[in-house]
């Protein structure tokens, strides 16, 4: 018999359709009471009104099909977790690429993607677009994935004198995304195969980005005064904070909040606590990103060329 889970997932989704006339987010989540196992989906839809709704659908139950499927069998799911991120989301691409060959009136539509799994105390995720991962740990907010978007180059511009901060937070391509799931090639691909091992107190919070329209400040002095406090409270303040911005743009909000509690006292990698940023010591940092994405990029493309070869094998 396995031994009992190490870790308890405390989880609250919250879904809102801000200041827009329609709501693109679909999210979903799993988290089975004593499972060893826990994961969630989220996808930000574009194309608007019956094309973004749709496209978000498509690729958070798409997804969400495969991880279920293949979570029944633990030791695969546990040995294959990225190959198997990297086949739903080709799975999703392609679905996509179905409707929209169907309906061509939706083209256009594609939609982000972001889904954290949970295997027992380590966390894996893959994330196509600008929706992020958060994880609140000993006071300190860091974005776990890579931000597809034009926002990390503006900034890097800013950073270096080469615009200066007004500019750089105003630009109009700064929402530009620079991958995304539409039916097409996927330009970059996050879903980093060494997992990220969790520890007591840890809060993980996965989000469209009409979450950010809190800054990442704010967004951990919420965590931060309601660390203590059930997942769902925490989801409660996190709204109403974005409510009392009375922001007329607001974007459509979906997130799911994950608190982690109950692991072994024991840890593999312990972090010393006198770190300048407390317990992130030993993450890897997001150098090198677009080298990784790359890589995963070119393995989606090979995939692609086998699904091909093997429809023109049983045609032939």
Known sequence: MRPPPEIRFDVASAISQGSRDYQE???ITDFPLGSEIGFAVLADGMGGHASGDIASKIV?????????LQSGDFLSFEEKITDILLDAALSANECLNGHVSNNPESSGMGATLIAPVFINDQLFWISIGDSPLFLYRDRVLIQLNEDHSMAPQIDY???TGQIGEETAMNHPDRNCLTSVLIGDDIARIDCPPEPIDLLDGDILVMASDGLQFLSNDEIRGVLSENQGKPSSEISEMLLQKLDELGDPDQDNISFSVIKISDL?????????SIETEPGFASFPRRVGAAIVSAGQTALS???????????SDSTS
């Open 157 to 159: 511009m800013f950073e």
């Open 264 to 272: 072994a006292s024991i840890v593999r990698n312990p972090i010393s």
């Open 25 to 27: 987010d679909a999210i």
């Open 60 to 68: 958070v139950t798409e997804v969400f099909s495969e991880l279920k």
């Open 301 to 311: 493309a090979l995939r692609s060329q086998r699904r091909t070869s093997d429809i």
